[in-house]
């Protein structure tokens, strides 16, 4: 039963080029989460997602982040434009419907040039 | 306004002993809370849970205390073993998103 998986897990940009990262959640998980952490810092809650329905994104700064979760396909997380304070470690985490626990995936390392 | 704290950042213990992490929160509404263990470059990995409703939970080597009055929980390994090694976060959960701290480098000596 394979875990979340997330790719890339190294990905590098230059200030001004489009980023995106990509979640399978686990086999059966129909939730799914965004969180970031800077360095020293513990995970941020960024965006929550069901399949086709965008349920709480109270933590995405409200320019230049999208995200998406389609009915067939991995959720995507996008950030337009990056700027060098957008590297950091992007981790999706999934769970089941009714669920408490959250699964993480291995998490992209996204750096900023 | 950090909700969740974990105010060790390290802690060092012998092999075979116990270690206790301990982890606060401000909010009241978080009605479950976690405990997730995580190494280098990888993803945070799930430890154990506690529900707001209880004050214990056991497994195997990993118990976590939960004292609502003092809004305080623990996270006890007992024996410590060096994979153990690892930084451990605390998490609580608000209308099903988690809110971490910044977590607790643990290193268990040989």
């Known amino acids: 039963n394979a875990g979340v998986m997330q790719n890339p897990r190294h990905l590098v940009r230059r200030r001004g080029q489009e980023a995106r990262l990509r979640c399978s959640p686990m086999?059966?998980?129909?939730?799914v989460y965004w969180y970031r952490q800077l360095p020293e810092e513990g995970l941020k809650f960024m965006v929550y997602?069901?399949?086709?329905?965008?349920?709480?994104e109270s933590g995405m700064p409200k320019e230049r982040f999208s995200a998406e979760f389609p009915k067939e396909g991995p959720s995507i997380l996008r950030i337009q434009q990056v700027v060098r304070g957008d590297s950091a470690a992007y981790f999706c985490?999934?769970?089941?419907?009714?669920?408490?626990?959250?699964?993480f995936g291995p998490g992209t390392r996204l750096t900023v040039l | 306004d950090q909700q969740v704290k974990q105010n060790s950042p390290s802690l060092s213990v012998q092999e075979g002993r116990i270690s206790i992490l301990n982890c606060d929160y401000t909010?009241?509404?978080?009605?479950?809370f976690l405990w997730y263990k995580k190494y280098p470059a990888e993803g945070p990995t799930f430890l154990i849970s506690?529900?707001?409703?209880?004050d214990k939970n056991e497994d195997g080597r990993f118990t976590v205390f939960l004292n609502k009055s003092a809004k305080h929980l623990s996270l006890h390994i007992v024996p410590s073993q060096p994979g153990d090694s690892a930084v451990y976060f605390c998490?609580?959960?608000?209308?099903?998103?988690?809110?971490f701290g910044k977590g607790t480098k643990l290193t268990v000596n040989p």
């Open positions: 985490a999934s769970s089941l419907q009714g669920e408490n626990e959250q699964f």
């Open positions: 086999k059966g998980h129909s939730h």
């Open positions: 997602l069901q399949k086709e329905n965008i349920i709480d």
């Open positions: 909010n009241s509404m978080f009605d479950y």
């Open positions: 506690i529900s707001s409703i209880k």
């Open positions: 998490a609580a959960r608000a209308s099903e998103k988690l809110v």
